[in-house]
């Protein structure tokens, strides 16, 4: 069978464009551009495997060069597809713990203070650094005492009570570092006259995919498709998570990278914001409360990529008090565990830089972003907090303080 993806490199009309937007092309001479990666040098790797270029490894999977595409050529599921295909498997510790969140996750929340205590040891980060190849510069997410799902299963009932109700999936970030965003969710919901139904069971598989555990990646999409569909057929809801990322791979990677029928949720799934945006404009507006902050808005790539920065725009724009400035679009460089590895700190830090820069001169008091990794990053590179759209509308919610 012969997949229209396998051969969009064939709408390539050379121009270029997709070169011209890409920021590890712009970051590193040591990566040739999305043109000669992908669609260039995708028709020789077809006919001899043997001409592959170590360069591919530099892509971050960002997804900028899609969304210039003039020809809809499919330019990073290409260079993805084709490291699974003729790269051999990392054995390299570092990635499969990168790679397994929900194994990282359960056995970090148990012990948390220990493990926040201990990461940020200066001998540690050196031994991650010497033995792991984690750069000792690089900071890690705090994680949480227990996780999201155990506080959500004290609140089910209460959430089933609704007469609306959505399907929310938390994903590693809200289950095992930030339950307060979860909260937020729940919040933000509930004065909206919806309940929350959490539907959580593994990873959405973005970190299992950038580190080539794709047999793993494809076990946990089936999961949570069946899981997800399951629960929305039950309750009749919407499908919706409030991680731009983990958004992004149940409804596109899924179908267009693991190459799996997610048909059974496709439809109902929304990024929150668009979720949200949709009731607002049908008038189911909450009451809100003034904030009081100058706020720099940074809409992450794989928002971009699905076309939802509006909806976020819009949302925080209906909140009284907030001072917004939209940052002109420019990739953070973290690309989730990209940036966590020795040999692409470097650039990692270097796309980023314009990002940074950008934000000092806007000089907020608060950065708002989509995603929890972009989040780090910005925190990890900058003196600005960063906080989700949700939070920043929970608060204005509830009166709480930001
Ligand atoms: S996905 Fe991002 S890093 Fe990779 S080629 Fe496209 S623009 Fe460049
Ligand atoms: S933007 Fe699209 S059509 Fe233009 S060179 Fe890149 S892949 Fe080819």
Not at 191 to 199: E, H, K, L, R, T
Not at 222 to 235: F, H, P, R, T
Request: proline share 5%; hydrophobic share 40%.
């Amino acid at each position: 069978m012969i997949r229209l993806q396998n051969i969009s490199f064939d709408h390539c009309i050379k121009c270029t464009v997709c070169t011209v937007y890409c920021p590890v092309a712009r970051a590193t001479h040591h990566f040739p551009g999305p043109k000669q990666s992908g669609p260039d040098t995708e028709r020789l790797r077809i006919k001899s495997p043997e001409l592959l270029d170590e360069s591919l490894k530099y892509c971050t999977n960002c997804k900028r060069c899609e969304i210039a595409c003039p020809s809809n050529v499919k330019i990073a599921d290409i260079i993805q597809s084709s490291k699974w295909r003729y790269f051999k498997k990392s054995l390299r510790p570092r990635d499969f713990f990168l790679a397994h969140t929900d194994l990282m996750g359960s056995v970090a929340t148990r012990a948390s203070l220990l493990v926040n205590f201990f990461i940020k040891l200066p001998p540690v980060k050196l031994f991650l650094d010497l033995f792991f190849r984690i750069p000792s510069e690089r900071r890690f997410p705090k994680y949480a005492r227990g996780s999201f799902l155990a506080w959500y299963k004290k609140h089910r009932a209460e959430q089933e009570a609704f007469a609306e109700r959505a399907v929310y999936f938390p994903g590693c970030y809200v289950n095992y570092n930030n339950h307060e965003l979860g909260k937020d969710v729940v919040t933000v919901l509930n004065a909206m006259n919806i309940g929350v139904i959490v539907s959580y069971e593994k990873c959405c598989g973005v970190p299992l995919i950038a580190n080539g555990y794709i047999d793993r990646a494809r076990k946990n999409a089936l999961l949570n498709i069946n899981s997800l569909a399951a629960s929305a057929a039950e309750s009749g809801a919407r499908i919706i998570s409030a991680s731009s990322s983990c958004s992004f791979a149940l409804k596109h990677e899924y179908r267009n990278l693991l190459e799996l029928d997610n048909s059974a949720i496709f439809d109902s799934l929304d990024y929150i914001t668009r979720f949200i945006h949709e009731r607002f404009l049908k008038g189911n507006l909450p009451e809100l409360k003034p904030v009081r902050l100058r706020a720099a808005y940074h809409s992450p790539c794989h928002l971009e990529r699905m076309g939802g920065v509006m909806n976020t725009i819009e949302v925080l724009k209906k909140i009284p008090g907030l001072d917004l400035t939209i940052l002109h679009s420019e990739c953070c460089g973290i690309a989730g565990t990209y940036g966590f590895k020795k040999e692409y700190y470097r650039v990692s830090q270097k796309v980023g830089a314009e990002l940074f820069k950008r934000i000092e001169r806007a000089d907020p008091q608060i950065v708002i972003t989509d995603c929890e990794t972009c989040k780090w990053q910005i925190e990890m590179s900058t003196p600005y907090r960063v906080e989700h759209p949700v939070t920043v509308l929970a608060r204005s919610i509830d009166g709480g303080k930001l």
